[in-house]
């Protein structure tokens, strides 16, 4: 990422493609969120490429063929959207005191993972999430998006001119938390009425997009670079509109795409991603390729070809061990609860395990189709994470890094 820091529906009834996108998947998952993500975290992977590449930032050396990947702060732009759009229970003091704790951007030290510098924004988004959902519920959504936009927006005309709003400016990135506040703005289109559903939104992104390529094409790459903050702001209509057009289902060609087994592999791991491929970049781009490459695009195929499957699959790894445990097991107890049993099935076979399962499930209650047991529906909303049906507020996917799938529902 390149920054100015660093460089159900009746069974009688055919169900409607927007209830099949939700439901074929789990009332939490939306399709293509997580390919979304995970193309989103592969871009960041290609603009740190292209940044050893064609080095010279804020300039761009490189042939129009490849221009393009310099923009890697747009990723950032689509992963804050996309935790505005995912994110809708209330954080408790327990999560505020650990996501607020991560300060990185206020006090300027030496950094381990250069690509850690958004993560810290991304946890102050989540302590101002409550704040955000209060003008929701007494203003509108509509309303909290413009309160934010005003504010950020002045805070970047008073910039240049006021050294306490320049330094906010540096620090603390205003203009993603009015892509986090778009973002929350879309996750409305999930429980929206049809009227407000049927809306051509994938025409309205592309729309909102053509005026921002037209400007960054016109002003160059160095003026754009250079100006993030206001294109940040003109590009978030069009992510908005882009993640609207995703939750219901259009253009079903994308949707199609967004859903493929290559994209959702990389959705699953899309946060692991991020977090650990820049010291990898880092270590083959000066340790075994530099020197040894002439700069330009013979160095870029040759870190494409060697960092894209290294990075991708270390990722993978991670995310096996440090994420997706705690993605299928919301917690420590049941995290534990799942280890015990996958010890004690290896211990004493899957028969005798299975007629405990059996037992247990006969013994507290029905079942689903898949064996497990099931709970009261209203628990298992609040197990869960998503908020009760009788409150307001959709069913929304978990944030950027991940893995939309829940086990063990009914």
């Not at 006090?107 to 810290?120: D, Q």
């Not at 330094?167 to 993603?176: C, G, R, T, V």
Request: hydrophobic content about 50%; proline content about 9%; glycine content about 8%.
């Amino acid at each position: 990422m390149t920054d100015s820091r660093e460089h159900p529906p009746p069974a009688t009834a055919p169900a409607a493609p927007e209830a099949r996108a939700l439901e074929a998947t789990g009332p939490s998952r939306v399709v293509g969120l997580d390919g979304i993500r995970g193309l989103a975290a592969l871009f960041v992977v290609l603009n740190h490429i292209f940044e050893r590449a064609w080095p010279g930032y804020p300039a761009n050396p490189a042939p129009f063929w490849a221009a393009w990947l310099s923009y890697g702060r747009f990723s950032v732009v689509m992963f804050i959207a996309l935790s505005g759009f995912s994110r809708w229970a209330v954080p408790n003091g327990k999560s505020v005191v650990v996501y607020g704790l991560l300060v990185q951007d206020v006090f300027s030290v030496g950094s381990p993972n250069r690509a850690f510098w958004s993560i810290a924004i991304e946890a102050q988004l989540y302590v101002l999430l409550p704040l955000l959902l209060l003008l929701v519920r007494r203003l509108s959504a509509r309303a909290m998006v413009g309160l934010v936009a005003a504010i950020v927006v002045t805070i970047g005309l008073l910039g240049p001119h006021v050294p306490l709003m320049n330094s906010a400016l540096i620090k603390f990135i205003p203009d993603l938390a009015v892509l986090f506040a778009v973002g929350l703005l879309a996750s409305g289109i999930v429980t929206a009425g049809e009227r407000t559903r049927s809306r051509p939104w994938a025409g309205y992104a592309l729309a909102a997009t053509m005026p921002v390529i037209a400007l960054m094409v016109v002003k160059g790459s160095t003026w754009s670079n250079l100006n993030l903050f206001w294109l940040d702001l003109a590009s978030a209509p069009a992510v908005g509109c882009f993640l609207a057009a995703i939750a219901t289902s259009r253009p079903r060609p994308v949707i199609s795409f967004l859903d493929g087994r290559l994209p959702r592999s990389l959705g699953a791991c899309s946060y692991s991603l991020y977090l650990t491929h820049m010291p990898i970049v880092i270590a083959v781009s000066y340790g075994l390729v530099l020197g040894r490459v002439t700069s330009g695009t013979p160095m870029f195929f040759a870190l494409a070809a060697i960092l894209l499957p290294v990075t991708v699959s270390f990722a993978r790894l991670f995310a096996a061990v440090f994420e997706l445990p705690f993605q299928r097991h919301r917690g420590w107890v049941p995290l534990r609860q799942a280890m015990s049993a996958r010890l004690w099935q290896r211990h004493t076979g899957p028969a005798v395990v299975a007629g405990r399962s059996r037992n247990a499930s006969q013994a507290s209650g029905p079942r689903n189709q898949a064996g497990g047991r099931c709970r009261p529906v209203r628990q298992q909303l609040v197990a869960d994470g998503a908020r009760p049906a009788s409150r307001q507020g959709p069913l929304v996917p978990p944030g950027p890094g991940d893995c939309a799938t829940r086990s063990g529902s009914c």
